[in-house]
């Protein structure tokens, strides 16, 4: 059921209970989970707070809670899959949905009681689910009691001749149809709606309870959609245009404040950004080298392209020396100009989309970070492969300690996390060029096909989730910009399915699909299609993340998993 006061009909009624907070493993979740507890803390509730990075780890935790909790809380998690069915709460449970992932199930929308949605809607999504007349429709007592009896010779003779009860079974029989008909269109797609934690901070800005702090994790939560490609770039700009607005009510508050206090005050800056990963964390020439626009313009795993970037280079008129510094030690006059001279040697390069509207936040005149650079610390932080056990799940100690790189922004975590990231992206680079080189992205008709070797270097890293998404889209765009033109126009169509390993032991890989690079509204319709496939082939696979794009499966189903996607996907 979906809430239109959430203020009354969600935050009101928790207020003297005790709260299970059930946070998915996206930094967007640990955001929205970092506003309520500060919400949590200005009203005294008292919560636990646990990870989840499946659905059986949902089924898990539940069932370790549900004794002393009856108000759960589900960030990230729980929209997309029938809860009644999967958890089987006791009717004095109530749960609380506030999840990006889409389509939401039609269970949870239409449940008049037990599971409630919180959202920040558009219309269009709305329309978009089917009427509930359309997907649930009674029967009467006596029809249903007649088919119960058709085991009765004596009822199959007396149906046989009963018009009205055939007429009846043939209507039902298309209505049935029909109703496949509109679920399948319904469900045929998955994509993301607006995150978690923007939902949470536009809650605590209708209670006057929001702040600068509270803003920069809504605006990391965003930041995060996009950097990791959920969604596209129209979207991004609608949702940065209101965090710019909450951003200039709070710094003017502030500045009508004391100026002592302003200046221990976090203020949060809106600025037109390069979009280079980590460039101030950095040196130049290593974010240019990382950044999925420079690395799949310039090619720069080969020998042309990292000509082509030393070019690059000089156009800017800055000397090597002075690119291969760290950010901080460059010199000042170049750091000052370094965004102009970019764009100005962009545009004669062919190079789009190098800048990007985004958000800087501060302390006083000290410690400063972009938004971009702490959702990939952050993000680091979660899927830290050195914290992980042998079969690639994600250590709770990763959570916590991504909850404290997200704390104060000057954070030692913040600073690991940046590192970390550095590591991976590094990964990303080295990976994509060997890719490439050996010819390993494959078209398969209709869809590219690629996968990671057990031998690969550094192949821990993609066994993680949003590393993968991450690697894929590296791999897709670099890719594609490697084709001839007529190729090109074709492949920017297609869609990538990429394979890694998750569990040597046990012999399970991880399997993702991503949308083609044309498409920005990111919808997959990976979800659906993995699901007949393994129905097609009685692959073994496990279909257990709260992303349907995203599966597990034996390594020996995988040969025929594939050929039946194909032939689906056709």
Same mark, same amino acid.
């Given at each position: 059921m979906l809430l239109t006061d959430p203020v009354k009909d969600f935050f009101h009624k928790i207020v003297h209970q005790r709260v299970l907070v059930m946070v998915a493993l996206d930094v967007d979740a640990l955001c929205a989970c970092k506003i309520l507890q500060s919400l949590f803390r200005c009203d005294n509730i008292q919560y636990t707070l646990v990870p989840v990075s499946k659905k059986s780890d949902l089924v898990r935790e539940y069932e370790e809670h549900k004794e002393q909790n009856k108000h759960i809380i589900l960030l990230n998690c729980g929209a997309n899959i029938d809860l009644l069915n999967t958890l089987d709460p006791s009717e004095d449970v109530t749960f609380y949905v506030i999840d990006s992932h889409r389509p939401i199930d039609l269970v949870n929308f239409y449940c008049e009681r037990q599971v409630y949605l919180i959202l920040k809607h558009n219309q269009q999504e709305i329309d978009a689910i089917p009427d509930y007349d359309v997907i649930y429709r009674e029967y009467d007592s006596d029809e249903e009691e007649s088919e119960g009896d058709d085991d009765t010779e004596q009822v199959s003779k007396r149906r046989r001749f009963d018009e009205a009860s055939l007429m009846r079974k043939k209507e039902r029989r298309e209505w049935e149809e029909r109703r496949k008909e509109i679920i399948f269109d319904y469900e045929e797609f998955s994509y993301y709606g607006t995150c978690a934690s923007l939902i949470v901070y536009d809650l605590a800005w209708r209670m006057s309870k929001d702040n600068n702090e509270l803003l920069w994790w809504a605006i990391a939560g965003v930041t995060d959609q996009f950097q990791n490609k959920r969604i596209g770039r129209d979207r991004y700009v609608t949702g940065v245009l209101e965090l710019q607005g909450h951003m200039s009510r709070l710094n003017h508050a502030n500045e009508d404040e004391d100026n002592s206090k302003s200046i221990d005050c976090m203020r949060i800056n809106f600025e037109h950004d390069l979009d280079l990963a980590l460039y101030r964390h950095w040196s130049l020439f290593e974010s240019l080298c990382h950044s999925i626009s420079t690395v799949s313009a310039f090619k720069v795993w080969t020998n042309i392209g990292m000509k082509k970037l030393h070019q690059f280079l000089a156009e800017m008129g800055i000397p090597l020396t002075q690119c291969k510094?760290?950010?901080?030690?460059?010199?000042?006059?170049?750091?000052?100009? =370094?965004?102009?001279?970019?764009?100005?040697?962009?545009?004669?390069?062919?190079? /789009?989309? *190098?800048?990007?509207?985004?958000f800087s936040a501060q302390y006083g005149f000290n410690h400063k970070i972009c938004a971009s650079d702490a959702v990939y610390s952050v993000n680091a932080l979660l899927e830290n492969i050195k914290l992980t056990d042998t079969n690639g799940m994600t250590d709770k100690s990763n959570f916590v300690d991504a909850l404290e790189g997200l704390s104060r922004i000057s954070a030692p975590k913040m600073k690991?996390?940046?590192?970390?990231?550095?590591?991976? *992206?590094?990964?990303?680079?080295?990976?994509? +060029?060997? !890719?490439? @080189?050996? +010819?390993?992205? =494959?078209?398969?008709?209709?869809? *590219?096909?690629?996968?990671?070797?057990?031998?690969?270097?550094d192949y821990k890293y993609f066994s993680h989730p949003t590393h993968l998404n991450l690697f894929s889209h590296y791999l897709l765009q670099s890719y594609?910009?490697?084709?001839?033109?007529? /190729?090109?126009?074709?492949?920017?169509?297609?869609?990538?399915?990429?394979?890694?390993?998750? @569990?040597?032991?046990?012999?399970?890989?991880?399997?993702? +699909?991503?949308?083609? *690079?044309?498409?920005?509204?990111?919808k997959n319709l990976f979800g659906n299609a !993995?699901?007949?496939?393994?129905?097609?082939? /009685?692959?073994?696979?496990?279909?257990?993340?709260?992303?349907?794009?995203?599966i597990t499966m034996k390594n020996e189903d995988r040969s025929k998993f594939i050929d039946a996607l194909i032939t689906i996907m056709t």
């Open positions: 510094q760290n950010y901080e030690f460059m010199d000042t006059k170049m750091r000052d100009n =370094l965004q102009t001279l970019v764009e100005e040697s962009a545009l004669k390069f062919g190079l /789009k989309n *190098l800048k990007f509207q985004s690991e996390g940046l590192e970390l990231a550095k590591l991976q *992206l590094q990964a990303i680079r080295n990976n994509v +060029g060997t !890719f490439i @080189d050996v +010819g390993q992205v =494959l078209s398969y008709g209709p869809f *590219l096909y690629t996968s990671i070797k057990e031998g690969s270097p594609v910009r490697s084709l001839g033109k007529s /190729k090109r126009e074709k492949a920017i169509h297609l869609p990538l399915v990429i394979c890694a390993p998750c @569990d040597i032991e046990e012999g399970i890989s991880i399997i993702a +699909g991503i949308p083609p *690079l044309a498409d920005d509204s990111r !993995f699901i007949h496939a393994a129905e097609r082939t /009685k692959s073994r696979t496990s279909h257990d993340y709260f992303d349907s794009s995203i």
